[in-house]
C-alpha cells in the first residue's frame, strides 16, 4: 500500500490506479488502495471529474476514467513516430512466426506494451487483452528485459513491481536469478506457461549501440505450436528483429526534429 503525500501526487495516484485496474471503482476502495482518507479521496475525484480525467456512473456511483486518458496516449505515441518506424519489422516476425508479436518499451522501471501484430492465420490464435503495464516477474518481455539489469536491481525491480502477489508469481528467488542468468547468457527469455496457462512466449530486449535497452519484442502462442522443438529457431528470428528494431530506434528522432 502506498503512502501518497502532495496533491499532484495523489493525483497522478488516482489516475494510475483507475488506469491498471481498467474498471470503475468504489469510493472506499479507491481510498483504501491509496491510504488516502474518503473525504480526501473524495474531494480528489470531484476535481479529476470536473476537469474531465474522471467519470462517475449515474447508477452505482463508482468512479473510472474518462477517454481522455487514452487519447492523449495515441496522439503522444503517434507523435513520436515509434510505431511508425516499427510497424513493418513487427509485421515481419509476425508473418515469419505465425504467431502474437508484441513490443514493449522501457519507461522508467518498468515495461510498457505498445504495439502488437497477430500472424496466426487460422486455428487457435493467442490474443490477450492489451493491458499497458507488463508483469516483469513472469512475462518474457519482463524476463529479458530485467535480463539487461544487475542481479541485485533485477530483483529489487521485479519485487517492486508486486507481481509476486499474482497468480503465476515467481516460485521461488532462486531459480528466478538462474532464469535471468540465462536470458542474459542467450540473449533472450522464455515464459513457458508462468505467465499463462497453454501459452509460451519468448523475447529479446531491444538495446541500443550505446547500450542503452529501450525496448523488448516477442513472439507467443499456444504450447501446442510453440514446442521446445520450436524455441531456439523462434528465439534466433526474435533476436534478428531486435537488433533491426534497434537499428531503426534512432531514426524516429529525426522524424520527429522533421515536423
Sequence with gaps: MRVVNSLVERCFAVI????????????????????????????MLNVLCEIGWVEQEQVTGFYKLSLRLAILGQRFLSATHLTDVCQPVLEELAAESAELVRM???????????????????GLKYQPEMVARVRLATTANGRA????????????????????GQDGAMASVEDFMDELKLARKRGWAISDEAAEPGVVAIAAPITLASGQTVGTVSVAGPSSR???EQHDKTASSVLATAAKLAELWPLRQSRVQEN
Design 226 to 228: 510453440l514446442t521446445p
Design 145 to 164: 528485459y530485467l535480463s539487461t539489469l544487475s542481479p541485485k536491481d533485477a530483483l529489487r525491480i521485479a519485487i517492486k513491481s508486486g507481481d509476486d
Design 104 to 122: 514493449a518499451v522501457v519507461q522508467g522501471e518498468t515495461l510498457t506494451w505498445i504495439a502488437q501484430v497477430q500472424g496466426a492465420r487460422n
Design 16 to 43: 494510475e490506479l483507475l488506469a491498471n485496474e481498467a474498471c470503475a471503482m468504489r469510493l472506499g476502495e479507491i481510498a483504501d488502495k491509496l491510504n488516502l482518507q474518503k473525504s480526501a479521496a473524495h474531494r
